[in-house]
């Protein structure tokens, strides 16, 4: 299972070789932290790839530790110069700075891979800054959604593919691959689950069937009706009883004939059983109403 932790780190561990992707990866960082000042973080990963990236670039990165007063836990944060950054251009950029842009987000984003499905949640601070991350995450294959939550602005990506496409933009390879086995796993998983339903849904009908077809051969043979009837119906009659659980295909293979005429043959016992205890049923009814006459 793709682990959000492991995630971040095998983005961090990702060091661009072009001063243009470590700017463009930086500038992602930047554009995604809700501290104005820099990058504030939990992950220890993040505050160190912030640091490398601004030092390999000749801007001043101070790292330092913050408690938040809402939460009680502590922040790391990399106060960086901003200013530093604001000459970088989405539309000017190569494929591979907006791949680092992107890694940049990530390496910001709350990302949860929970049981009821992965999501990559980024919390800015505009909406204007919202809707164009979107739109340029859009321009890259990913489908993302734009929500406002408690003041802010979430930028989230949901869904299986959706993920996949984000993960193999950012270069996360070993998650990528991490996270197609899971899916796999799962998708098999539910297959089987979905076919071992089935089979007992299947075979719960199949004895349930047995059970009546059963009662009413005992019903004709109790009635003398048995032995009166068509060679066939007496020897399905008697397989079904050699077989009280077999399915129709193992019976009719026993019998030699189709898998509709063993079930046409069941059938015709079961309405034959009916008929019977309608016929016995009348005459009780007849008695029932003379009596009630005499009295």
Request: glycine content about 8%; proline content about 2%.
């Amino acid at each position: 299972m793709l682990v959000a932790r492991e995630l971040k780190g095998e983005l961090a561990r990702i060091q661009p070789v072009r001063a243009c992707c470590r700017r463009a990866e930086l500038v992602g960082l930047l554009y995604a932290g809700r501290y104005r000042e820099g990058v504030s973080t939990l992950d220890h990963a993040t505050a160190r790839i912030a640091v490398h990236l601004a030092s390999s670039l000749g801007i001043a990165a101070v790292p330092a530790r913050a408690r938040m007063a809402t939460t009680g836990r502590h922040h790391l944060r990399v106060a960086v110069d901003r200013s530093l950054t604001d000459g970088w251009h989405w539309s000017a950029t190569k494929s591979c700075d907006r791949r680092a842009f992107v890694r940049g987000v990530l390496l910001s984003a709350s990302i949860s891979m929970s049981v009821s499905g992965p999501h990559v949640e980024v919390v800015l601070r505009q909406a204007t800054r919202a809707r164009q991350l979107r739109s340029r995450l859009r321009e890259l294959g990913v489908r993302g959604g734009v929500a406002a939550r408690r003041g802010r602005h979430v930028v989230y990506v949901k869904g299986q593919d959706e993920i996949a496409a984000l993960l193999q933009l950012a270069g996360a390879n070993r998650a990528l691959l991490d996270f197609e086995s899971g899916r796999v796993a799962r998708d098999v998983r539910n297959r089987l689950n979905r076919l071992l339903n089935a089979e007992e849904a299947n075979l719960g009908r199949t004895v349930r069937a047995a059970d009546r077809q059963l009662q009413a051969i005992a019903q004709l043979e109790a009635g003398g009706e048995l032995e009166r009837l068509p060679d066939v119906l007496r020897e399905t009659a008697v397989q079904r009883r050699l077989q009280p659980d077999a399915d129709l295909d193992t019976l009719a293979s026993a019998l030699g004939v189709s898998r509709s005429a063993v079930n046409h043959r069941l059938r015709r016992l079961i309405s034959l059983a009916a008929a019977q205890d309608t016929e016995q049923a009348e005459p009780r009814r007849s008695r029932g109403s003379r009596t009630a006459m005499r009295s």
